[in-house]
């Protein structure tokens, strides 16, 4: 066990845990920040899905030491008119079905707006083709999207 | 887009109707339903603790008043101790205290006016806590803003699905078995609301009027909430009838209510089954045998001990369980352990092996599901014979959230557990009879479940005995059961492998005179608690969906072969018709195109006039493609039409060759569906894009293969899913129906993966035969 620091969703946590410790487990056992979800374990899946530097990073395969000294934004810290416009549009069609997968949609889509507020269907497709939603809520998700990009 | 069209006149029969549900497997009928139902019952008689005999008294008092309503009004008459017991369910979100109004087994009123519906089925995806929510409040003339949801506590007496006969989600039945039940719920809490507030304003309570949320008596001009009158209608006695609206009356039913749960799932503040925490709780993983119900020879745990943050490694029946701190330090643990499986008795061939004896026993015709005239006769004299054969891997079902369950045990003895349960009071006695306690000192709080697809409905309850076994074995601290992705897809139940071989003959005018098809699988219910439901040695989940061939064909025989493997098989979405679909669409699209027939007026001729809800969605299907108009170039449109469900569903799939050999790139799907009163056209719509992309992404990409008695895929990476880039756009029609709703979260998945295969073949001349298109598997 070693001390890690920490930076998420604006504060800085100090964790006691093995340095290969998947980030995904810190977030969500040390300190119960519980909306990043497992799904694969191996990257594969988009589920575990965070903003590192404003970058969509999975992080079941991120051992916590890689993770100190960056911002690690969280579903429960997300903030911003992307954010919002994303959540509201999600929102207004009702995209989630079982919602396990959605934490992770969001945390794609809203790097997505952020990075290109205006996506073509391809920008859409290429941002979000590591998101795996098994209730294939995809004509919803990609109709989120849009509609939150005329929002913003 | 969605083209809906309200239903004119829909029809909502005054008596409910058993029959219509299918169960969690079933072609619907009655017969199956209840067969299932006795089945369950019969199993568990023999095992004193299981949950459907739990607590016999309390079963019989309630069963009794049951009756009062002819079978239906389950808790709209029930004796006090019983009211009272069912709403000890409100405390769960802590708004049951004094002051609710728990007029039935359903309705909780709380005095700030807010209306929860305790929701008998899983809410996993498809749409129960607003479905049901809606039909409540509807009847109550509730404003949907003051609406909330929550699961229903494990209790079949208060609870059941009327196809299952105990408390069970599957089959597509939730709204079909439960309209007219929440409907009179609300319309029984309605009425003793307006009688509370007639009483208080002195007023007749035929003048009080009740519209979003408000009592109103217009000649007085009072106006009041269903909060202030909650405590004095707590004291009425429920109504022994009410009169329900007529459908130009709904408010809410037919309209796109917000769902009740997307707020939660769109903020990462929706508690699953791996989100609850409790003090001093463990982690535990399995380490399972490679091969199906291996025994461990030898366990050395002398590495695993030594890890950080491992406590215990223990030996059970389905594994080598490591207890740990965290899922890292309970990962690392597993990780550690070396172990010598005992694989005597256990399944050892291969997937090819398996295909090759299932090729050879559909040679000839096995058990008769079906048989109208000669086949054998029409077959033999036939100038024009055409063949082929249809082979299915084993698929998993992998929900998104993996497989995980909660247990703890109280100072005083009793069991609380939290999981995905799909059939509760199943988990209840399972977890009971391990524990040695009574059913009714298990307290069930099932969770909201990152999908399903089928897995979280075994018969055995596995997932539950997992962590109620392992807790036993350690006794003490809060457990939590995580399977990781690894051992979801490779240590699971499987929709099983399938063969079909089809052999028709046709005449010299192009029609079809006889239909001969042959289905070689593994029976779904056999040697489970649903076995009665077997007739005639034929599991009626194998030939759903071809047994019920609805094409004027004079000679049709479907007969089966009971294939044994050694692989755990279980209903995966849609179940049987997930391959009868498929062989009978994509066959039928081979004999048309032989015969130079437009495949979709051939069907409609086929259909004649018997089967107008059939024809009705296929012609819409084809009105939405505008069905032979032209198309961009390299592209080809193919259709297919499947009831199941009691639902009926026409699909039409526009693909091109893509960028992967061999693998169609599906542009646009056309769903038309008629599943009687549309009661929420948006989620019916969601259901429809997620089903026929669940079925498309399984088609296109899906196989379990066995290597050896061993599944050779392990996580996304080799068990490929449908990704955003590959789903299609949808276009959904809800045809117009005056028939009572029935279900949608299954009936979208069988088409798909037919019509997109016609699509293929008619675009590059290739009958795709064996699935997945992007087969790695050998045959």
Known sequence: MSQFELRVNGKTHTVDVDADKPLLWVLREDLKLIGTKFGCGVAQCGACTVHIDGQPQRTCVLPVEAATGFEITTIEGLSGKEAEAIQAAWTEIDVPQCGYCQSGQIMSAVALLTETPKPTDADIDAAMTGNICRCATYVKIRQGIKDASQKI | ?779
């Open chain 2, 1 to 779: 887009m969605t083209t809906h069209l309200t239903p004119r006149n829909p029809k909502l029969t005054a008596e409910h109707d058993v029959a219509t549900p299918g169960g969690p497997a079933s072609a619907g009928s009655p017969t199956i339903a209840d067969s299932m139902a006795a089945a369950f019952a019969a199993k568990h008689a023999a095992a004193p603790s299981a949950a459907i005999l739990a607590n016999p008294n309390r079963r019989t008092v309630l069963q009794g008043a049951a009756s009062i309503g002819g079978g239906l009004l389950i808790g709209l008459q029930l004796p006090g101790k019983a009211r009272a017991e069912s709403g000890a369910a409100a405390v769960i979100k802590g708004n049951g205290t004094a002051g609710t109004f728990a007029p039935n087994a359903f309705v909780r009123i709380a005095p700030d006016s807010t209306v929860t519906v305790l929701i008998k089925h899983i809410e996993f995806g498809q749409g129960t806590y607003t479905g049901l929510s809606t039909l409540v409040a509807d009847e109550l003339d509730a404003d949907w803003a003051q609406m909330r949801a929550e699961h229903a506590p494990a209790n079949d007496a208060l609870y059941k699905n009327f196809a299952f006969g105990l408390q069970g989600t599957g089959g597509s039945t939730a709204i079909a078995n439960a309209h007219e039940q929440m409907r009179k719920a609300g319309a029984a809490a309605k009425a003793m609301l307006v009688e509370a507030a007639a009483t208080a304003w002195g007023v007749p309570a035929g003048e009080i009027t009740v519209s979003k949320g408000q009592l109103k008596h217009p000649g007085s001009g009072k106006v009041g909430t269903f909060g202030e009158f909650a405590d004095a209608a707590a004291a009425l006695t429920p109504p022994s009838d009410v009169k329900l609206k007529t459908p130009d009356q709904f408010t809410l039913i037919g309209t796109d209510v917000p769902k009740l749960d997307t707020k939660s799932k769109t903020t990462g503040t929706a508690t699953f089954t791996l989100d609850v925490v409790r003090d001093g709780m463990l982690t535990v993983l399995l380490a399972r045998p490679p091969r199906f119900g291996a025994k461990p020879k030898s366990v050395d745990d002398t590495e695993a001990l030594k890890v950080n943050g491992v406590v215990d490694v223990k030996t059970l029946p389905r594994g080598i369980a490591v207890y740990a701190k965290d899922f890292w330090a309970a990962k690392k643990g597993r990780d550690a352990l070396v172990i010598e499986w005992a694989n005597e008795g256990t399944e050892a061939r291969s997937s090819a092996q398996l295909i090759a004896e299932y090729r050879e026993k559909a040679k000839s015709p096995g058990l008769i599901a079906r048989n109208d005239g000669d086949v054998a006769g029409t077959l033999d004299k036939a100038d024009r014979k055409v063949e082929a054969e249809y082979v299915f891997p084993f698929l998993a079902h992998a929900p998104m959230e993996p497989l995980d369950y909660v247990i703890e045990k109280s100072q005083d003895g009793k069991i609380e557990v939290w999981g995905g349960a799909q059939f509760p009071t199943a988990d209840q006695g399972a977890i009971a009879q391990i524990l040695g306690v009574r059913p009714e000192d298990v307290t069930v709080n099932t969770m909201l479940a990152g999908g399903s697809f089928g897995r979280r409905a075994t018969p055995v309850a596995d997932i539950a005995s997992e962590a109620a076994t392992a807790f036993k074995a350690r006794g003490t601290e809060p457990l939590k059961i995580v399977w990781t992705r690894e051992d979801d897809i490779q240590n699971g139940y499987y929709r099983p492998l399938t063969v079909h071989r089809l052999a028709a003959s046709l005449d010299g005018d192009g029609n079809i005179t006889a239909w001969d098809e042959t289905i070689a699988t593994q029976s779904i219910v056999k040697g489970t608690a649903f076995e009665m439901m077997m007739k005639d040695g034929i599991d009626p989940t194998t030939v759903e969906g071809a047994k019920d061939l609805p094409y004027n064909i004079p000679n049709t025989r479907v007969s089966v072969h009971n294939m044994e493997a050694g692989i755990p098989p279980l209903w995966w979405r849609a179940v049987g018709h997930t391959h009868t679909a498929y062989a009978t669409e994509v066959f039928l699209d081979e004999l048309l195109e032989a015969t130079g027939k437009d495949p979709v007026q051939a069907r409609l001729d086929m259909l004649g006039d018997k089967h107008p809800r059939l024809t009705g969605v296929l012609t819409a299907a084809a009105k939405a493609a505008d069905w032979g108009s032209p198309m961009p170039e390299g592209r080809a449109r193919g259709v297919s039409l499947h009831k199941s469900f009691n639902s009926y569903v026409a699909q039409i799939a526009e693909v091109s060759e893509g960028d992967e050999a061999g693998i169609p790139k599906v542009h646009k799907m056309w769903c038309a569906i008629d599943c009687g009163l549309a009661v929420n056209p948006n989620v019916i719509k969601a259901q429809m894009e997620g089903g026929l992309g669940y079925g498309l992404g399984h088609a296109l990409y899906g196989e379990i293969n066995i290597d050896n008695g061993t599944v050779t895929e392990a996580n996304f990476d080799s068990y490929r899913s449908l990704r955003i880039n590959e789903m299609p756009d949808v276009e959904v029609v809800i045809v117009p129906s005056d028939e009572a709703p029935t279900g949608v979260g299954e009936p979208a998945t069988p088409p798909a993966p037919a019509a997109v295969a016609n699509a293929w073949a008619t675009l590059t001349g290739k009958r795709v035969r064996q699935l997945p298109f992007s087969r790695t598997g050998d045959a």
